[in-house]
């Protein structure tokens, strides 16, 4: 946030600078990866919604191609006629689409001519920036384009995973995660006051629209836990019934929990001895101190209401938040590990970073939200439905990308991401 | 609401009277609906989320024979004994069920054996209440067992409606409709200061757990439309493509109009000519000033773009029917019409009564919402996903059934409750 | 067989009555399978491949009305407009058809009605009979609707009793099943030499156009079981882990099975103590010299395969069939038992009624076959595919409507009919 | 054919050397077929029945290791743990096995990897060989694992045609097919005498378990088609309706067009002008004298009741190709175009290859069949329910792969095989 943040104050041809420099140095963080994957490890599509790496390489670059290249370079041509259609996500405004679930059968073009076609359509912005006088439009939509790529860095460490998690060998395709913190950071819980907040991102700086605008809410006297739900103390529950209790469940997380026969939370596996799971490094041993990761809000709400607790709400989460940010010791995407570790010392231990944080808010729309005009606009707002708010990033999120307003959002099934949680009461 | 506020009072004895008087006229009512039906017509099931009238009639005696009868009555002994088994719904604490796409399966009991049942445990009741003394408790879920039969009598003809809609000899199983008011509620918005607010229920009078506690939210003015959307607004957004563009719907919504192939609302036809639309007095032409009902969430929320503008928040429209109250020429299941009418003059015509009106809002749990010890408080809180809120009560809705805080909810796609909408704009 | 066989030798103005005759004794037999049903009974359908009683009746005289009195009566006027649409089965030359799922879900027309049609029907048609002087085309029609009558009068009892199985209460809606003959038959094999056979029926008495023509065919010399596999033996199977065996299996029997969850032949029921299963008299338990029922094709495979044997094809079955007849011993419709019997005396015990035995032949065309013209050729060809053959009839078939020629026909894994198996060996 | 009859005849140690060289032989032409594939080519997996390349390659190393190294090869130790999971398609006494639909998830093993597999295999099968003294026993599951690789030759083929297939730059990777025969095959039909014929194997050259034994059938006399229904005809057929008339087609067939919206044989579209159809080559101009391919047991159906005649059975086929042999001028895998050509003169013209011609066989036991003891016997036994039989082999089909005995055999609906049909009539 702090090199977005450094973009804004310095209008006109100094953002075309700023810009392209981060434009830069997001590439190379994409790059660095597909570091030790071959090509085939970038075909794989283990479900519908999660990509093959290759696909996201390409929709990325495709990204800037439609929305930059395509209505701001003269005379421009494709570098592909048919990656408009290949590389589209969900952009009905841009035409057809390769469909979701098939994305793993794009064989060709090959990985290499993707990072061709990466390479060829940074080039080309790379040029347009360096020939200034952008407006302030296209540069708006640069800087979108690179936060988009960085959602798509996280997106490729957690698909990947779940590609390679349905291959018995349980490939290890990164180093081994840091040696755990000596001590784990203390429970508790830390008490605010509430009242009229404000929540939402205001302000030049770069935020999503779903973010937009800051308006006030009313909150009620809180206490928020000193650090995310642990390892240990998860299985405390699974070990007290927790996974075959109904009375503990959202009566929709119970049937979900059923179809799927979950016992535990995803990659969570043992023989005999005790649970282990699949992280980036292959199988482990489980971490008691590390906070629990991949599990579903069914999950995570059912633990809060097995502890006589809740999850917070959104705005709960962020007036907490608002007084911190995220810190080079915080568990980002850029250590590498891929791996939530235990959470540092702290008042609020763990709230940047480690484990996205599941609350109890609905994604709706923000009083007065407005949509971009045109395709660019399908990005946030028509999502806005069956699905529940993550706050605080993860150890697969880039540490610039994240911010105290930032809302991500899943529905309340999913287990892929790197998804645990922090108990809130009253 | 009236009733239920006069029973609150007066405390002990009196409210054991107050109370055997409503539990006779609540039953009353319900075998009112049977009338022109046929055990046969009572079997039906159509869908595991609707069931068979018998069910429904079996399901409120079973309320009120497990939660006070079994707790409650000296050397209780039940009716039948596998009718607790038969009749739950999905209570899980009180143990196995019907499963629930079974019930049009139960021929026996008969009809009449379970209109004996009924009565029995009427008869039970009322002795129960006639030897006085009990404790307030009992009385609480004696209240609550009121108003949970009139939530069935709603279910009844909602159910009933989309079994018969199954049959192509499309049955009338009611009278015709009300003539059409002469002259159709002027169309606009009314204006609202929002600011700091109070919504949800307090006080001593009855409401269901998930309208409780009531608390403080921040409402930024807004402005709510001056009636529903009428058949033939709703007309108008079908002619301008409205099921045929992706750009104003939700997501969610788009793919669910695509697999369920959705060109109208439910119950909407035509051959060569006009639309239609299958009522309880039969197939009957649409009438352009009448509320469009029977549009999902999808439906609404795609309208409300198309229209540029949006449904309220639930806070929202509280807040505006706060100062209002539902009245004798509302369009209520007391008028026996089951079918919306044209709504009638007034600041906000047709807030109360005629089609539950879609919110933008989740159904979620107010600050601080405490969920009741024991079976009786699977009630509510366990549907809190998934799920969005309708307000204001329908035609198939008691009169006092209803106030300014109740908060109905179904999923974004359910379109076979008499739901409709009413626009908002910031 | 034998009624059958009457009706042929005198044709003219005797056929005329011989069929009016029979006519009037089908339709008295269908009226007997309702006693003791209500109108609720009659509209359960537990699954779309079972349909309701009332549907059953109201088909059967749709049959007549649609091919015999529509082209035959002068000045024909239908019953009711729609019956046309709602009783037709899956003729796709005579139009429109209520879906097959939703045949349970026709509260109206009510039984009563249904049963007036039948009678109106029977009354219009014996005064066409009584007229004389039809052609053979038209008599040919009425003898194929007196035996697609009896068709449907085994199928109310079959699907009747899986509607019922989906009741708690296992309702009894026929008295006790006859006292079990206190010696079963012996076990052991019986030869036969094969040879240039013919199989099929030839001659001018009534059979199903899927039995013609009669054509030779070379049958290697082969055994046949002396009676069908009984319960006690099925058993075994089951005690020797017949259920978790995937190599006893075919490869889609064992998806199925798993699929499924079975563990033992439809109906089969056991708490702590030995097995039960539900029959049309109630819960009753396991005669283990009774014939196994119940049973999938795939069930009836995995077994024979476990006990080293096999099932027999078609034509070994009705070759070694051809000597015998269906006799007043044995286990009919006509008996009113409607679950198996333990077999009786003789070379092949238990050959003719007690249980179908599923045959290792695909239901497909005889060398020759010919499909009728018109909408009544979609009778039995259109089928010839993904089934498999049955042979003998069940103690819900009448007599007179079994042969040696007679081929019955259900996919590999349906159970809810009368189905076993008698083993084969070369 | 010819070089499995080479083998038999000199027994011993030629046959060890006979079988050296045909197994370099088959090795050869399945690398052969991974010429112009990359590593992600070998990834694709489109459905659960089609698996991808390197899945194809590894597997038939698989069964050499399993099924001969493994027992007998002294001191045997596997290439790698895993791959005894990994390979293992559906042999249940073998283990565990990696899902079927997941094969598509295997970037590990790379293919480089999976092809040293198996030419570590296969150079340690030679070793074996070479050494001589292997019995008899071993000797035929050698050439058992030829003829498997051969199969899987001509599914890698028709496999990986479905999976490029929804890539929608329809990549073309083999040359284009040869120029079109300039006179087609004549129309008509050759006719049979028919009688007490013998179909089957017998002997000791080589065949499947499944066309064992040899046995006797009765036909009728019949006539066959002098060459496979064209194209053009195929066309004739969809312009007259054909996919359009539900009287044409067989229930469960009309039913699967309907679900799957089939218009066209598989492969087939157009836009605007005439059809064309995807092949190896990429999309081509539909050739009106080619045989028509790609269609489902269903649509050949439907076809041949179109054009007033039937399928052949197996057995009709089986006697009318005894006479003639598989011979260079055919149509097979060797000439490597991949795609029907039009069939050259002669009184069955492309009898053998071009085209699998459906047949109105069930694919089930011949009498007297018996299954090898141990895992191998699952090769054919357990498949043989819910499937019909093809004849004649393919232009992916290896020539010394079929013979007149050959059975193969694929689910009704089935289409992405090469499969076409020729007509049959009485």
């Known amino acids: 946030m702090a090199a977005v943040a450094a973009v804004r104050p310095f209008e006109g041809e ?5 810009l392209a420099g981060r434009l830069r140095a997001v590439r190379a963080a ?29 929709h990325v670059s495709w990204f800037f191609e439609t929305f930059l290249l395509e209505t701001g370079e003269p005379g421009f041509r494709p570098f592909h006629p048919r990656f408009r259609e ?22 060709r073009p090959a990985l290499q001519e993707v990072l061709d076609y990466q390479h060829a359509v940074q080039q080309r912005l790379l040029a347009l920036l360096g020939r200034g006088g952008l407006p302030a439009q296209a540069l708006d939509l640069i800087e979108l384009g690179i936060n ?23 490939p290890a395709w990164r180093g081994s995660p840091a040696a755990p913190a000596e001590n784990a950071a203390p429970a508790g819980f830390v008490a605010f006051d509430g009242g009229l907040c404000e929540i939402g991102h205001a302000g030049p700086s770069f935020a999503f629209d779903n973010e937009r605008p800051r308006h006030r809410v009313w909150i009620a006297p809180f206490e928020l836990a000193a650090r995310p739900v642990s390892n240990a103390e998860f299985l405390a529950f699974i070990d007290d019934g927790g996974y075959r209790r109904p009375e503990l469940w959202l009566s929709d997380g119970w049937d979900e929990r059923c179809r799927q026969g979950w016992e535990a939370p995803l990659y969570w596996w043992r023989d005999d001895g005790p649970w282990h799971s699949y992280t980036v490094a292959g199988d482990a041993p489980l971490d008691p101190a590390a906070p629990v990761c991949h599990v579903s809000h069914y999950e995570a709400d059912a633990y809060a209401r097995w502890a006589g607790a809740r999850l ?17 010791a915080d568990d980002f995407a850029e250590g590498g590990g891929f791996h939530p570790r ?37 990005y946030n707002g028509k999502f806005m439905i069956n699905q ?7 150890c697969a999120t880039p540490r610039s990308h994240i911010r105290a307003s930032y809302r991500n959002f899943f529905g309340p099934a999913a287990r892929w991401q790197f998804s645990g949680l922090r108990l809130a009461r009253k």
Not at 44 to 54: C, D, L, R
């Open 342 to 378: 235990r959470p540092g010392a702290g008042r609020l231990a763990g709230l940047w970073g480690g484990v996205w944080e599941w609350t109890q808010s609905a994604y709706l729309p923000y009083p007065g939200f407005e949509v971009a005009p045109g395709a660019v606009g399908e």
């Open 148 to 170: 988009h790529e960085q959602q798509h860095q996280e997106l490729i460490v957690t698909d990947l995973k779940h590609h390679f998690w349905h291959n018995p060998l349980r």
């Open 388 to 394: 529940m708010v993550l706050r605080g990033g993860s």
């Open 312 to 328: 917070p709400t959104e705005a709960e989460w962020e007036v907490a938040a608002a007084a911190t940010a995220p810190g080079p």
């Open 14 to 18: 100094d953002r075309h600078v700023a």
């Open 86 to 107: 290949l590389f589209n996500s969900y952009y009905v405004g841009v035409g057809a689409r390769q469909p979701r679930g098939w994305r793993g059968l794009l064989s």
């Open 30 to 58: 994409t790059l660095a990866l597909l570091e030790g994957l071959t090509p085939e490890d970038c075909m794989m599509q283990s479900m519908a919604e999660a990509s093959p790496v290759k696909w996201h390489v390409g």
